[in-house]
């Protein structure tokens, strides 16, 4: 029988100052431990030591040069962590916080978000400390091809698919894939979120937003609720928090919050047209990290170095980063009324939050279920890299659609309290544990 806390503490003494990654492993862990000691296999063959354990890692110097001839020298890192049910696939992520817990906090999530989407794909995650505000394109470009050339050595379209994450785009998978073309002669999807002329996906940079809307759709659906007319506030101003803002509008809601490191945008308006969608791709491509120019340009109010946690809403989609949402935004979302805090962001909510939310019975949609449209998509994208040939964009919006209603049906599944109450982290949780722990025992993993 495992004991929590007992397999924590030795999980903490092997894996010291990963604070992330002990955080995320808590989060999966207390939720599956009452299920994995109901199966006598699982407890025999010591499945949490295996599951919590990267198969391996790799760690390399990058080295370039700044516009000024300057050398810089960043790490870089992939982590393969499980690929038991199909090839590792994670994105990348370059941000000046990311340290090797970050990405074994992202590549064990990482694992049971893969799972949920009902498609083959293993679980991995990689990126660098390297910090891309301020950046020239000349830059960012040798940054991706020094990065490239070792980061090549260890993927490969059948052992091991990055994507983006935050910090890395279509241009940084332009510049890392076209590295990889040059360094290995081969025409291989071997990144997702390439672009549409070199083998991209059509709806892969909509898909985290549009899934979690999707995803969000459903969880209403169940309470006999819907969109129409609701507000919600979005964290982040990316290519997530975008699809968000579509597709909430699509949908019927109102978005009148977005926010950014800088601050947060009220927009009694509603984020809720072309313009505005377009102007919030054109602000996250200057590579500033600021929103505030959003206010000036179509009058809407800017609250400086404030969450948008703070604005009366009915629900709530964190998309920016891991522990946006702490206990005091969760308390505020209380109070103000809010009934569906939708993470999209990978951890969005601190564990605090997570518990103040579920206590008060707001609804609560883990990011591993909520925001796994993305690399759905990119699952997608693997496919018909694979068939050699291009869905058209219904085909495609139209299985996320039903990947996502699959993650939610799960979720439900396994969360379903006796008093009604849905816990989506612990049904989303035991749902992606069982498949993959299955495999695992079924290949001697
Ligand atoms: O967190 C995520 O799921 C991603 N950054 C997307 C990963 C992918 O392989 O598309």
Redesign the pocket.
């Known amino acids: 029988m495992y004991e929590l806390n007992k397999f924590m503490a030795e999980l903490e003494r092997k894996n010291p100052a990963q604070p992330e990654f002990i955080q995320a492993a808590k989060e999966v862990l207390e939720t599956v431990i009452d299920f994995v000691n109901e199966n006598p296999r699982y407890v025999k063959e010591k499945i949490l030591e295996r599951i919590t354990e990267p198969d391996r890692i790799f760690s390399f110097k990058v080295q370039w040069e700044d516009d000024k001839g300057e050398l810089h020298v960043n790490k870089g890192h992939r982590v393969q962590f499980n690929n038991a049910i199909g090839p590792y696939?994670?994105?990348?992520?370059f941000h000046p916080s990311v340290t090797l817990g970050t990405l074994k906090f992202?590549g064990f999530?990482?694992i049971f978000?893969?799972s949920l989407t009902t498609l083959p794909?293993g679980g991995g995650?990689g990126g660098s400390d390297f910090n891309p505000k301020g950046k020239s394109d000349a830059e960012i470009k040798r940054f991706c091809r020094a990065f490239m050339s070792e980061l090549q050595k260890y993927i490969g379209p059948e052992t091991d698919?990055?994507?983006?994450?935050?910090g890395v785009g279509g241009r940084e998978i332009g510049y890392m894939y076209g590295e990889y073309k040059k360094l290995r002669s081969e025409n291989t999807g071997v990144l997702?979120?390439k672009g549409m002329n070199w083998g991209g996906s059509l709806i892969?940079p909509e898909a985290?937003g549009y899934g979690s809307v999707y995803y969000a759709d459903e969880m209403l659906k169940v309470q006999k609720d819907s969109m129409k007319g609701k507000r919600v506030a979005v964290s982040g101003f990316g290519n997530v928090a975008w699809g968000v803002c579509i597709k909430a509008s699509e949908l019927g809601a109102k978005v009148v919050a977005i926010s950014g490191p800088d601050g947060y945008i009220l927009d009694e308006a509603g984020v809720n047209t072309q313009k505005k969608w377009d102007y919030l791709l054109e602000l996250r491509a200057t590579n500033n990290d600021v929103v505030e120019p959003y206010a000036k340009e179509f009058g809407a109010k800017f609250f400086a170095g404030k969450k948008p946690w703070e604005v009366k809403v009915d629900m709530a989609f964190p998309c920016a980063f891991q522990n946006e949402l702490n206990a005091d935004d969760a308390k505020a979302l209380i109070a103000n009324g809010c009934k569906y805090v939708v993470e999209t962001s990978?951890m969005g909510c601190t564990a605090d939050a997570v518990i103040a939310l579920q206590k008060a019975k707001v609804l609560f949609a883990p990011?591993k279920a909520a925001?796994?449209g993305?690399?759905a998509?990119?699952?997608l994208e693997m496919s018909q890299n694979g068939m050699k040939l291009s869905w058209p964009q219904e085909e495609v919006d139209n299985r996320l659609k039903h990947i996502m209603v699959a993650i939610h049906e799960a979720g439900l599944k396994y969360g379903k309290r006796a008093d009604g109450y849905i816990d989506y982290v612990k049904g989303s949780n035991i749902a992606g544990f069982k498949k993959v722990a299955d495999a695992m025992l079924d290949l001697g993993y």
């Open positions: 696939k994670g994105g990348l992520r992202l999530e990482q978000k893969n794909m995650k698919v990055p994507a983006g994450d935050i997702t979120g892969r985290t990978n990011g925001n796994a993305g690399v998509t990119s699952g």
